[in-house]
T-cell receptor, first 115, second 113 residues
């Protein structure tokens, strides 16, 4: 158990819908990262938050957004869903940025299926 | 584009044999990390090797790093059925230190008893 929790574990929805994925980082970790894992694209970095502020953006679509709240939990919002958004979505946390990226601790993931 | 590329894509061995996976990357890095993922589960950190280190051990794992060739290898000795998983290398590129890791597509290891 990494100490990172993600809810829900599974999500089935229809095209055009909007969903929210939730992540709670390990106690004491200030950085949260969101990744998308699909068969064709592999593990892709979406976005990073550090202590409530956006720190880095990766291959995140405009239809996707995220935020980190004062209690450090984070939410990833996916809207106008398309079939191609079906994937595993992981949240990871680490102590802090500043200097090289250290170990990231991954949650169990949310499996999203868009029908 | 992917920073790290693992080789081979898939590897099948018998219990007790050694498994070697390789990773190549493109840009200068601060460190390189290896992660394991059991089917459909979250990634588990195995080992981190810094750019100024050449070799690191952790239990049955041995990682080497050759920054001149931009490559790393992960050796799992005396493999067990429980080692069956996908293994990913991840780099912390120098140009974006402290942000996201860049993952390769992984090597799928199957260990049969």
């Amino acid at each position: 158990d990494s100490g990172v929790t993600q809810t829900p574990k599974h999500l089935i929805t229809a095209t055009g819908q909007r969903v929210t994925l939730r992540c709670s980082p390990r106690s004491g970790d200030l950085s949260v990262y969101w990744y998308q894992q699909s068969l064709d694209q592999g593990l892709q970095f979406l976005i990073q938050y550090y202590n409530g502020e956006e720190r880095a953006k990766g291959n995140i679509l405009e239809r996707f957004s995220a935020q980190q709240f004062p209690d450090l939990h984070s939410e990833l919002n996916l809207s106008s869903l398309e079939l191609g958004d079906s994937a595993l979505y992981f949240c990871a946390s680490s102590v802090a940025p500043g200097g090289p990226t250290g170990t990231q601790y991954f949650g169990p993931g949310t499996r999203l299926l868009v029908l | 584009s992917q920073q790290g590329e693992e080789d081979p894509q898939a590897l099948s061995i018998q219990e007790g044999e050694n498994a070697t996976m390789n990773c190549s990357y493109k840009t200068s890095i601060n460190n390189l990390q290896w992660y394991r993922q059991n089917s459909g589960r979250g990634l588990v950190h195995l080992i981190l090797i810094r750019s100024n280190e050449r070799e690191k051990h952790s239990g049955r794992l041995r990682v080497t790093l050759d920054t001149s060739k931009k490559s790393s290898s992960l050796l799992i000795t005396a493999s067990r059925a429980a080692d069956t998983a996908s293994y990913f290398c991840a780099t912390d590129p120098f140009y974006q230190a402290g942000t996201a890791l860049i993952f390769g597509k992984g090597t799928t290891l199957s260990v049969s008893s």
